[in-house]
């Protein structure tokens, strides 16, 4: 890799590499996202590896490990590139025949391919599968086309286009109002108007100024930001230079939260690259601008993703957030001006910056433009990363593009926001998904995730769990948040307990109010909407708890009973030997019995049994 | 006190108060805990108040203050993996280990601990060990994951 | 006991004068100086458990919450932190600002049913039992988090801090064991609004954090001045030889 002196060597160098780049060459992508890494994608790499060497195609088809394909639920996924032949549930025994047949002979392996759960339609190709075409990528366009760890095929794709252009034709102030007329708002959570961020920034006469990039992505159910370092970490390190040049900031930082190792080392070498071939360090490109930046890990606290909280342990203190004002961009890391902005919110800088501002903000709704990435995940077909127009509705995401609920059970909520966000139910599936209109159901963007509940899933539950997490993570400062989700966790127990009245609903109403306004950051003032949104929109199942005892999605354990079925049970006694307190007994072969004084209700009988000879109601 | 191995990991830093996370994360991967006599060093070297140090050390989850197990078992109870049973993977876990959540096995082989999320949500349930990842963790695929550290 | 410090620590950032109006009433005010402090120097009362004009305000009990901006678009600030900006329109007694305050005194009274600062206060807001549920009846803490802040930023020692997160957060000492940066000054005991902090003075010696401290007799009159250790740090912070303070204020 050169070091690039100008802006024209960096020209040069790109043409002659497409020029040197065969459009028709032959390769083999395997998945190693999120979704796929931990179903073996590895193993599967290795056995093409393997499959090469006998084969003696090492040098003809190009294998690379790359970034989320998107559609998780085929994990792990294999992309065979230039015909674009998309395989699924790839396992190292599947590799030899796809070397064969795909390889080869240019032949589709049938039973690798996509099956429409409905028509039973197969589609080999990435095109012809609705999860693909129903997608806008800008974030996750390259995903599924670079090898992350290559600068050269960053650049093959039009990495540090951009930047060029940033440094070569405009002006900071120039950045900053194309930031600003792309309409792009912040991607974390908030939805703060991009530009505007910088331009307070930018603004305030003190110096050094710092850049941070939020990838702490705490919350439960969203691996977006995930996909993004992992997968094209350069997209992350050429907003970032473009951001820091247009506030005159020296140097930035990523914030990476310590369950992402991955993650870390892809920026790592990214950022090692970047330094090696002039993107980064001093005079960039020759421009005369100096920046830099530095990976700092997370150490275990999903507050430390509400940014006041994230500078302070920057700072080597804990993580507790503090009252704004002053805001970041007035007073920030190291009490400095400091912009800090999320991973995908960094990601679209890049672009908007080479494809112009308009063509961005042609794309979406008044308010919100642009894209947006979702993880679309529980009770859907098809679980995975999505990233579609703002303004899509929630039907054609959950519908379309996830391809309905598994087991063709009845949608019951789409969670959004994650433990800040809300529960939405059916009746608004048809609304146009965009930071306001989110807001007006009672939940929030977020950074993503979106959750697909069916009817197994007690809202109750549901609930309980948000608050719960909460509670564990609340930083404990400020009275409101700490006290207020303990309670509110006590009570959300007397009613999955079969204790609860409707005063406590009206309890943790008036509570609700106070967390909202009183708290001093976001994780208090937010926590109330996952309790909001389900006594709004699911009373009748906090009803059911509390006047029949009942947990009808039979999920609130202390309302259940488990029992065996003497006609089916086998005795096979795995039940007996899950069981942790030994409450199931009887003999080998013969029917078991359970003591219902002794069940702790954990149903891990009930999971054990393969005959499902274990009932429960 | 192991001085040359805190030094190895001292040196790698400026000496700044802002390192003190770094510094201690790196003393948590290499000793699997946070040893009071090493604080005090950090202490000194960092010059920042051991009460600052302490404050951190119980904040953070990452940190520990007593050892902990060779291998590290992170259950995710992530809002999907809860939906999923990530519940019920830990409960199995914890009877098999003979530990609660949090705790180390007797045999200093296995810390049993749950996460958030770990960002694999479309194959919940997931649980990592060290630093890989299994997808479709279910009950009944937990003593085969166990199996291949034992 | 407590270290004599000057009042204008909080304010070296102030602005030019700005006009504000507080309870509808026209106020002039430095920019940037906190509406607590605009407020009170007004005669609007405003209750603060976490505040201390010496201290830097960071904002924990949430007490002195008030609502700002103009119908609809207001909001629920805490005025310790909160600047003062031209033309800001600021209500210290709304109901939306009372409700705050009283739910946050019903969350304190659960969680220190016994301390009686809270029981008066929370008495004051027409609060005089709680709903919520009560772990320790003999919880006192409140988690103010003043005598943290007056040990590492007025004392200059920091011998204690939080510990943990959640309602599980603690004052203590590192690692739960005696403070070895503990001078025995006592001054986080002083300012306890709750007094928690178990302090006793006995022939001699002050035991405070769980440690003895010998106190130093004046060499004149031969009455208890100060724990030795922190005649020491008073010797180290000024220059002066530690002897000098061996000789109590009345004899000097
Ligand atoms: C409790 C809490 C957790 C947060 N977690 C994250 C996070 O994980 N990632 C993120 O980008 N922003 C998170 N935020 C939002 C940040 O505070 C901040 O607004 C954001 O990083 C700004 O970037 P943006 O303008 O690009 O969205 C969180 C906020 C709160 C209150
Ligand atoms: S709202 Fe919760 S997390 Fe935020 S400062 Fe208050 S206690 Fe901490
Ligand atoms: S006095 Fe302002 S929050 Fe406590």
């Known amino acids: 890799m050169p070091k690039f002196e100008s802006i024209d060597h960096l020209r040069e160098y790109r043409r002659q590499l497409i020029a040197k780049r065969d459009p028709n060459q032959s390769q083999v992508l395997v998945c190693a996202g999120p979704g796929c890494l931990p179903m073996g994608s590895e193993e599967v790499a290795a056995a093409f590896r393997e499959e090469f060497e006998k084969n003696g195609l090492g040098a003809k088809v190009l294998l690379k490990e790359c970034g989320c394909h998107g559609l998780c639920a085929g994990a792990v996924r294999v992309l065979i590139r230039p015909q674009e032949i998309t395989y699924q549930q790839v396992t190292p025994g599947d590799v030899p025949e796809i070397v064969e047949k795909t390889l080869k002979e240019g032949q589709v392996v049938e039973r690798l391919v996509y099956e429409d759960l409905h028509t039973h339609e197969k589609a080999a190709y990435k095109g012809e599968i609705p999860f693909f075409k129903g997608q806008m990528p800008i974030v996750l366009r390259k995903l599924d086309v670079i090898d992350p760890t290559s600068l050269d095929d960053y650049l093959a794709m039009g990495g540090y286009r951009g930047l060029r252009k ?181 990601a679209n800088v890049p672009e908007i910056i080479n494809l112009g501002a308009d063509w961005y903000a042609a794309i979406g709704t008044e308010k919100s433009k642009g894209t947006k990435v979702f993880s679309l995940v529980g009770a859907v077909n098809q679980t995975g990363l999505v990233e579609v127009p703002m303004g899509t509705t929630l039907r054609q995401i959950v519908y379309d593009l996830g391809g309905g609920i598994k087991g063709d059970r009845d949608f019951k909520a789409v969670q959004t926001g994650g433990p800040s966000g809300g529960c939405i139910p059916a009746q608004f599936l048809d609304l146009p998904v965009d930071y306001d209109s989110l807001q007006s159901v009672g939940s929030i963007m977020g950074s993503g995730g979106m959750i697909v509940m069916d009817t197994t899933s007690c809202m109750v539950d549901v609930a309980r769990y948000f608050i719960n997490f909460l509670y564990e993570e609340s930083c404990g400062k400020c009275t409101p948040c700490r006290e207020g989700l303990k309670n509110l966790l006590f009570i959300l127990d007397e009613i999955i307990h079969g204790r609860g009245s409707e005063e406590h609903l009206a309890l943790m109403e008036e509570l609700c109010g106070t967390m909202a306004t009183a708290s001093i950051c976001g994780l208090g003032k937010s926590a109330v909407n996952p309790i909001r949104s389900t006594m709004k929109y699911f009373k009748d199942e906090y009803l059911a708890h509390i006047r029949d005892k009942k947990c009808h999605a039979l999920v609130c354990r202390p309302l259940l009973k488990y029992t065996i079925d003497p006609e089916t049970c086998t005795g096979c006694l795995a039940c007996v030997r899950e069981c942790p307190v030994g409450a199931i007994s009887g003999k080998k072969k013969m029917a078991q019995e359970l003591d219902q004084e002794l069940c702790v209700k954990c149903g891990l009988c009930y999971e054990a049994c393969q005959f499902e000879a274990v009932k429960v109601e | 006190m192991d001085l040359p191995r805190l030094e190895t990991i001292l040196s790698r830093y400026e000496g700044e108060s802002w390192d003190l996370i770094p510094v201690l994360q790196d003393i948590q991967d290499s000793y699997s805990y946070l040893p009071k006599d090493e604080l005090q060093v950090v202490s000194e070297r960092l010059n920042v108040p051991l009460t600052q140090i302490y404050s951190v050390a119980t904040f953070f989850k990452m940190f520990s203050l007593i050892p902990k197990g060779k291998h590290q078992i992170k259950v995710c109870l992530g809002t999907t993996c809860h939906l999923k049973g990530g519940g019920r993977v830990v409960e199995s876990l914890s009877h098999r280990l003979g530990v609660e959540v949090g705790y180390t096995t007797k045999d200093m082989q296995f810390t049993l601990e749950t996460v958030g999320c770990l960002g694999s949500c479309a194959q919940a349930p997931v649980m990592m060990v060290d630093d890989k990842y299994y997808g479709r963790s279910t009950v009944d695929k937990v003593p085969k994951i166990l199996k291949l550290y034992k | 006991m407590v270290w004599k410090i000057s009042d204008e620590t909080a304010f070296d950032t102030l602005g030019e004068e700005v006009r504000l109006t507080i309870n509808g009433i026209p106020i002039r005010a430095p920019q940037n100086q906190s509406l607590l402090v605009t407020a009170r120097a007004n005669g609007f009362e405003i209750p603060t458990l976490c505040y201390h004009r010496d201290l830097p305000s960071e904002g924990q009990c949430r007490l002195c919450v008030v609502e700002i901006g103009e119908h609809p678009h207001t909001q629920i600030v805490n005025s310790c932190t ?40 929370a008495a004051a807001h027409g609060v005089y039992e709680s709903r919520f549920k009560t772990d320790d009846p003999e919880e006192l803490c409140i988690l103010c988090g ?68 010998e106190l130093q007799a004046c060499t004149v009159c031969g009455n208890y001045i100060e724990p030795k250790y922190q005649l020491e740090h008073w010797a180290k912070i000024t220059g002066d030889p530690v002897e000098t303070f061996f000789v109590c204020k009345d004899c000097r």
């Open chain 1, 166 to 346: 940033a440094l070569l034709e405009m002006k900071p102030d120039d950045i900053i109002d194309a930031i600003d007329k792309s309409g792009l708002r912040g991607r974390g959570g908030g939805g703060f108007p991009t530009g505007r961020k910088w331009r307070i920034c930018q603004d305030v006469e003190d110096e050094p100024k710092f850049i941070i990039c939020n990838g702490d992505e705490g919350d439960p159910g969203a691996f977006m930001d995930r996909a993004v370092m992992e997968g094209d970490p350069h997209a992350v390190l050429e907003g970032m230079i473009i951001g820091a040049y247009a506030i005159g900031a020296s140097k930035g930082y990523i914030y990476v939260r310590h369950e992402y190792p991955l993650a870390v080392s892809r920026l790592q070498l990214a950022i090692e690259q970047a330094r090696e071939s002039g993107f980064l360090g001093k005079n960039i490109l020759r421009s005369g601008f100096d920046f830099d930046i530095k990976i700092s890990r997370g150490a275990g606290a999903f507050v430390c993703g509400e940014e006041t909280a994230l500078i302070h342990s920057m700072e080597g203190n804990i993580g507790e957030p503090s009252p704004r004002p002053p805001y970041p961009a007035q007073s920030g890391l190291f009490g400095k001006p400091t912009v800090i902005n999320n991973v995908e919110t960094w």
């Open chain 3, 82 to 121: 909160y600047p003062t900006s031209p033309g800001l329109v600021v209500q210290t007694h709304s109901e939306k600002v009372m409700q705050a305050r009283r739910i946050v005194l019903e969350l304190l009274l659960a969680r220190t049913p016994k301390a009686k600062l809270i029981q008066e206060l």
């Open chain 3, 146 to 213: 003043l005598c943290v802040r007056t040990c590492r930023e007025v004392v200059g020692v920091s011998a204690i801090s939080m510990k943990g997160r959640t309602p599980d957060k603690q004052v203590a000492t590192p690692f739960l064991e005696k403070s070895p940066a503990c001078i025995g000054c006592g001054s986080c005991a002083f300012i306890c609004p709750t007094n928690v902090i178990p302090y006793t003075e006995k022939n001699g010696v002050r035991t405070i954090w769980g440690r003895d401290f």
